[in-house]
């Protein structure tokens, strides 16, 4: 069945973005406050090959789209692109460097149906393109410092307060809480305008305030100061808005005990607690249910808005009045630490207004002299991020020391040519998770088998991994591969074992994957039953195990 779908197209006049190499960085590449226009050479051509998929051949209806000669901005309001034919020429995409051209039709998974691309034809002509409906309640596109062509991928309009933006670390906000009218670097994630495309005109509208931000398949640009997640947030999750009733104390001090009580708080894993915009860490959770959160308060937090997020979509908030722990006879080991440093560029030059963020949620920018500090710093390891629009970004690992002062020298190269942007502070890589059977009884016979693994990022279910073995297939030990997984976040780990008789024993983790090719391991869960834990399970296994999760 042919479905003809209206898109729409934005036609621009040419205007100056791609520059050659080792020349100055176009002015408006690095304005918020000016959308680019088309760079002067078109994309490379395209060859389709005889294996690249075809739309008639497809599940799922097709759509089209009327293309006009010359430049336009394209989209493809899909769940995922499966096929696609009608272009020449490849499609650019703001990417970490700048524009990268990409190949639509024989690798269709390149494209993110949340961005849109541009798009040039020789020629007038027809593009065809086929995928399943956009029908998860959440999509995740990636944004980079600098400009973003942005294009929602639901036949529903999507409502400003539902999105949410994911900083390198996890750290989750709304648009209106880290939007700023600042035309130059400052503490602002992005930049407060949204530039929409209605009528055949460019036509801005404030993040900050409620309404749609993109009406089906509408197509915009935003100006991103650093790399973050855009989640598409188009309803709330199966159990409701996560809604927080009460605050059991409503004031506390570090290392006391607070309960959260409330509604649609979903399940361990998939929520993710927040204090003052601060995450409070997997090790801080003593208890997560639909209706009950009980969490420490960690080291050096502070008064201010407790909020949960569920598979990244926002609740309401609480108050919590954070208060200095009682004076003791005699002084206490100190529980945090401090960073301090200083930006300069690759030549010497001291830099202002770089955004220095961690992980764990807290964040600095440099001042005149390029010099910042963050204090209050749980002990422990921190990945520290630092981004500055026109310079190639940096990140590392930091170790923090109780009672002690950190000092990071970061030095940043400038960009040049085609990079407009920041290059990407987050890489991808893979981790696996192996676990391992275990028998129980005297004679130590009741065999459990590993039935199932699954991973996913803590507090987003949509990133996620999993595998199922249905009977015991006699292996020593069962293993799952996670691959393209951001480092440096958390991930929700469950690990499920069966015997014959249909008994199953669950448990889950919460490890950090900070390298590519980490592996982690899993043993008994019942402890001094049949085999010994591994130091995994002994460390940061605690509660009672949770149910399985269910995706959205």
């Excluded at 201010?304 to 609480?318: E, F, K, Q, T, W």
């Excluded at 676990?435 to 016979?445: C, N, R, W």
Aim: aromatic share 8%; proline share 11%; with cysteine.
């Amino acid at each position: 069945m042919l479905l003809r779908t209206r898109l729409f197209l934005i036609i621009l006049a040419g205007c100056l973005v791609l520059t050659a190499a080792g020349s100055a960085i176009p002015r408006e590449a690095l304005d918020p406050t000016r959308v680019p226009g088309m760079p002067t050479e078109p994309p490379p051509l395209l060859t389709r090959s005889p294996q690249a998929p075809d739309p008639e051949v497809s599940n799922w209806p097709t759509q089209q789209v009327q293309t006009s000669a010359g430049w336009q901005l394209i989209n493809f309001p899909v769940g995922r692109l499966e096929a696609l034919r009608g272009l020449d020429r490849m499609l650019l995409r703001r990417g970490p460097g700048g524009l990268e051209a990409i190949d639509p039709v024989n690798r269709p998974q390149q494209v993110d149906p949340g961005q849109a691309y541009l798009a040039y034809c020789d020629r007038p002509g027809l593009v065809e393109f086929s995928g399943p409906p956009a029908e998860n309640l959440l999509h995740t596109s990636r944004l980079y410092a600098g400009w973003n062509f942005l294009a929602s991928p639901f036949q529903v309009p999507v409502q400003r307060q539902n999105i949410t933006l994911t900083r390198p670390g996890g750290t989750t906000a709304r648009p209106a809480e880290v939007a700023g009218p600042e035309t130059s670097p400052g503490r602002a994630w992005i930049f407060s305008t949204l530039y929409g495309y209605r009528n055949s005109r460019w036509v801005a509208a404030d993040l900050r305030s409620p309404g749609e931000v993109f009406g089906p398949s509408r197509m915009g640009a935003i100006f991103c100061w650093s790399e973050m997640d855009l989640n598409w947030n188009q309803s709330p999750p199966s159990g409701g808005s996560p809604t927080l009733q009460k605050t059991t104390p409503p004031r506390a001090t570090p290392g006391q005990v607070v309960t959260l009580t409330g509604c649609g708080l979903g399940s361990p894993g998939r929520g993710i607690l927040s204090l003052s915009g601060l995450p409070i860490q997997p090790e801080n959770i003593l208890e997560w249910t639909p209706t009950r959160v009980k969490f420490r308060v960690p080291p050096g937090a502070f008064s201010g808005a407790l909020r949960v997020m569920v598979d990244r979509y926002p609740g309401n908030s609480l108050n919590l009045e954070v208060g200095s722990p009682p004076a003791r006879p005699a002084p206490s080991a100190p529980t945090t630490g401090s960073l301090v440093g200083q930006v300069v560029s690759s030549d010497g030059r001291l830099l202002a207004n770089a955004q220095i963020h961690l992980d764990d949620g807290h964040e600095a920018l440099s001042d005149l002299n390029g010099t910042f500090r963050i204090d209050n710093l749980p002990a422990g390891p921190v990945k520290a991020y630092i981004t500055l629009p026109g310079f190639k970004s940096a990140s590392g690992q930091v170790q923090i020391t109780a009672g002690a002062t950190r000092t990071l020298q970061v030095s940043l190269s400038p960009t040049s040519g085609p990079e407009v942007g920041a290059r990407s502070v987050e890489k991808s890589g893979s981790f696996t998770v192996m676990a391992y059977p275990f028998t129980l009884g005297q004679e130590q016979k009741n065999r459990y088998w590993v039935y199932r693994i699954e991973a996913w990022e803590y507090g987003n279910y949509k990133r996620r991994w999993d595998k199922t073995w249905w009977t015991d297939i006699g292996d020593p030990k069962f293993e799952l591969n996670c691959p393209v997984a951001p480092l440096g976040r958390s991930y929700a780990v469950v690990v499920t074992w069966r015997n014959q008789a249909g008994d199953e024993r669950t448990c889950r983790w919460t490890p950090k994957v900070h390298r590519d090719g980490e592996i982690f391991r899993y043993y008994n869960p019942l402890g001094s039953q049949g085999l010994a834990p591994g130091p995994d399970l002994a460390a940061i296994a605690r509660g009672s195990a949770p149910p399985r999760p269910h995706a959205r």
